[in-house]
T-cell receptor, first 109, second 114 residues
């Protein structure tokens, strides 16, 4: 079966750096997405990786290793507003999105 | 700029009742989707549409029907609600398929079936 694994919850300190990991086992691979979802709100797009390597976008970076079935989202200079759930999703060989359950990130002052 | 709008935001139903969730987008997107989100699980695709007048089944279509009579609207119907359909429902749209970029989500509709 297809599977996306992410830690359920992580805690970090304001101003610090946190890395949220995502491992996947899917039938084929056509790209990996990261979305942010604040409690009670809609998911919003953060990043898309289809090739190996690091994509940087401001304080957020996303890394992909296709051979390892692994990605991470790196958040720098954490702010209280970064408290949210982070959803990893993989597009399989049929161009369908498979979603992880999300990682709830708690930022402490 | 409204984006994707869902109505209603909250609804409580009794088992066996029917209802319709409405999704409207003002971005002229071809693709629209209905997902459900349950605690401890990833988003699951119920039905989707690749254009006006077309619909297709997703991962968990049973107990739901959809219609896309107008490009900007995508309706999700529950024919006979069951407690297992208690969930948060999200509508999303995109300019193309999943491989063309991001999905734009509505704010969600929280449904409770008693």
């Amino acid at each position: 079966g297809q599977n996306i694994d992410q830690p359920t919850e992580m805690t970090a300190t304001e101003g610090a750096i946190v890395q949220i990991n995502c491992t996947y086992q899917t039938s084929g691979f056509n790209g990996l997405f990261w979305y942010q979802q604040h409690a009670g709100e809609a998911p919003t797009f953060l990043s898309y990786n289809v090739l190996d390597g690091l994509e940087e976008k401001g304080r957020f970076s996303s890394f992909l290793s296709r051979s390892k079935g692994y990605s991470y989202l790196l958040l720098k200079e954490l702010q209280m507003k970064d408290s949210a759930s982070y959803l990893c999703a993989v597009m399989d060989s049929n161009y369908q999105l498979i979603w992880g359950a999300g990682t709830k990130l708690i930022i402490k002052p | 700029n409204a984006g994707v709008t869902q109505t209603p935001k909250f609804r409580v139903l009794k088992t066996g009742q029917s209802m319709t969730l409405l999704c409207a987008q003002d971005m002229n997107h071809e693709y629209m989707y209905w997902y459900r989100q349950d605690p401890g699980m990833g988003l699951r695709l119920i039905h989707y549409s690749v254009g006006e007048g077309t619909t297709a089944k997703g991962e968990v279509p049973d107990g739901y029907n959809v219609s896309r009579l107008k490009k900007q609207n995508f309706l999700l119907g529950l024919e006979s609600a069951a407690p297992s359909q208690t969930s948060v429902y999200f509508c999303a749209s995109s300019s193309g398929g999943f491989d063309t970029g991001e999905l734009f989500f509505g704010e969600g509709s929280r449904l409770t079936v008693l």
